[in-house]
């Protein structure tokens, strides 16, 4: 929560998870009853501006209704400690109490124990008279409850899971990550390739780097798949906006969708994929074939691509086309 205007972007972190949240609200009422055993719900997006005079406004990071009475609960995303917040949560919560007419919640989400410990206890306030003002907002810490959250009956808590562990280090996060991936394969298509896609952006560089170490190991093949999945389907979206933009665009767009790599990385790819495709449908390459393969632009790989299902061999799936010799 802040007030406006902002003074600091939020961390790519932040975002990610308020962003996945908003779009699949049933994660938080999945949370709710996991871990706090409490039933939630169904929750519905609100608008998180909450106005102190004309000209101000303090915004938590999400505000929900709950159910079709008064009932509403803000969620903050809290990375860090924020003493600013000893005064704005208690601000948030009187207004919104005033505008809605009932009491809510204030659900905070950390991956970090000292913050979960200081979030518990921050709004807390005492007058030189000795007035005493208290807040106790409903603190999740996600490391705090992993193995709840890696329950592969509930797979969209997963997400939380790897929000818990993004920015550490080490063999222990890195299990915790692959596990969070493997429930994630128990969603329905449309909703894992979401989440896929929002817990390898979570991941710091480190933990990002000893995952795509574990891909290349035989252990690792499982993971592999999956992101290879993932990034294919980037592969495609990508493809096909290169009809409508160029081609050039349509690779960039793909990459996005996997994991954001250069051009040169991007075409590498796609002749990765062509070549997998054809040993998965014909058997291995004659040496002429992978060789047209490492020679061919962006415009055939992409034309091969598209004849690989339909094609009877090899050479009518490159269509009997020859690159020109590189100068």
């Known amino acids: 929560m802040s007030a406006l205007p902002s003074q600091q972007s939020p961390s790519p972190l932040h975002a990610t998870l308020v962003s996945a949240l908003a779009r699949r609200p049933e994660r938080i009422e999945a949370m709710a009853r996991a871990v706090l055993g409490r039933t939630l719900g169904p929750l519905t997006v609100a608008d998180s501006t909450v106005h102190r005079r004309s000209s101000d406004e303090v915004r938590p ?18 990375l860090g400690i924020d003493e600013a917040k000893a005064r704005r949560w208690p601000m948030a919560m009187s207004l919104l109490r005033d505008q809605q007419g009932a009491m809510g919640d204030l659900l905070v989400l950390t991956p970090s124990r000292s913050v979960a410990r200081w979030a518990r206890a921050v709004a807390d306030g005492e007058g ?25 009956r509930s797979p969209s808590l997963a997400l939380l899971a790897a929000f818990a562990v993004a920015h550490r280090r080490g063999p222990r996060a890195l299990d915790v990550v692959v596990r969070a991936l493997a429930c994630t394969q128990e969603l329905p298509v449309a909703l894992r390739r979401e989440q896929m896609h929002a817990i ?54 793909g990459i996005e969708k996997g994991f954001e790599r250069g051009i040169e990385k991007g075409i590498a790819r796609l002749r990765e994929v062509l070549g997998r495709q ?21 415009d055939e790989l992409v034309r091969w691509l598209d004849r690989v299902l339909t094609a009877d061999t090899v050479e009518a799936a490159l269509g009997g086309e020859r690159s020109p010799p590189r100068e």
Do not use: Y
């Not at 990071?61 to 809290?78: C, H, K, M, P, Y």
């Not at 007035?131 to 193995?147: F, G, I, K």
């Not at 054809?278 to 962006?298: K, V």
């Open 278 to 298: 054809l040993a998965t449908r014909f058997g291995p390459l004659p040496n002429d074939a992978e060789a047209r393969i490492a020679a061919a632009s962006a």
């Open 61 to 78: 990071d999400l505000v929900f209704r709950t159910g079709a009475g008064s009932g509403w609960l803000a969620v903050e995303v809290q």
């Open 200 to 253: 390898l952006t979570l991941l710091g560089d480190d933990l990002s780097r000893l995952l795509r170490t574990a891909m290349n190991t035989a252990e690792g093949h499982s993971i592999r798949t999956w992101v290879d999945e993932l990034e294919e389907k980037g592969f495609e979206r990508g493809i096909e906006k290169g009809f409508e933009k160029g081609i050039e665009k349509g690779i960039e767009r």
């Open 128 to 152: 030189p008279l000795g007035t005493v003002m208290s807040l106790r907002p409903v603190v999740l810490c996600a490391a705090e409850h992993l193995e709840r959250l890696l329950d592969p």
